[in-house]
């Protein structure tokens, strides 16, 4: 028993304690928050913009015949955005992530803004049909009562509908950004020093396994942990909000 100890302790110093590789594990772990972070971002902007469009076309144009020149306009870009979506859901991240450093960033070899890039567009795509979804949820009276009231499309979709909308999706928003965390992980095909790729190359210098892979695997874990953590609490705030119309009048507030 004693015997099992001893290499349970040397096992342990050799992955984390030699040459400061415990620090190799921060590194990586700033790395793969870096990436998340930013390509989170990316992914809501462009998500937001794509369902804006979507759920326009659907709400004005669907089954109707372009009349103006917006309408062609809103049209166009309604196809480029199906385009866009079914490409991106359509194949693998990891191939997403190659193309963008191989091919697109090839003169540069920038695996950070190649890797930032790749998820956030990949994020994208997913955010916009979540977001959509949830527009599309709001009963159409709403916008009836908001344009009679004097507010334009604009007003009514910030003002009114897509508060409701993000409480609504708030959810499936979470869940997509445990899933983005959890796709850095392939951010080692392009030579990115994430936690992932730390935990393996520790694993081919020490030849063992146990400690660096479960170690990746308990701080992936303790992420997604806090990350579930914040957003039920800010999903419970947000339902007691009076932004989110959920109380029958703003004055329940007061």
């Known amino acids: 028993m004693d015997k099992f100890f001893q290499e349970i302790a040397a096992s342990f110093q050799r992955t984390f304690i030699n040459d400061d590789r415990w620090m190799q594990f921060l590194r990586g772990l700033g790395v793969t928050i870096e990436i998340t972070v930013v390509a989170a971002v990316i992914g809501i902007i462009l998500g937001f913009l794509i369902a804006m469009v979507r759920s326009t076309y659907d709400k004005n144009l669907v089954g109707k ?6 309408d062609y306009l809103l049209k166009f870009l309604n196809v480029l955005c199906n385009i866009y979506i079914t490409v991106i859901r359509g194949t693998p991240v990891v191939i997403q992530l190659m193309i963008m450093y191989y091919i697109i960033f090839s003169s540069s070899r920038n695996g950070i803004i190649a890797a930032v890039l790749a998820f956030g567009i990949n994020s994208g795509a997913y955010v916009a049909e979540i977001v959509r979804s949830g527009i599309m949820s709001i009963d159409k009276g709403q916008f009836e009562a908001s344009r009679s009231l004097g507010f ?54 020490t030849y063992e396994a146990f400690f660096p892979l479960i170690s990746v695997a308990a701080i992936y874990l303790v992420i997604v942990l806090i990350l579930t953590y914040f957003l039920k609490k800010l999903e419970r705030r947000l339902r007691s909000s009076c932004l989110l119309y959920t109380s029958p009048s703003p004055r329940d507030c007061s």
């Open 152 to 205: 334009n499309y604009s007003s009514t979709m910030l003002h009114v509908i897509l508060p409701q909308a993000f409480k609504n999706v708030l959810p499936a928003l979470g869940n997509e950004f445990i899933v983005l965390v959890k796709e850095t992980s392939v951010a080692g095909y392009v030579a990115l020093q994430d936690l992932t790729y730390v935990g393996n190359l520790i694993r081919s210098r």
């Open 65 to 70: 015949k372009c009349r103006k020149p917006s």
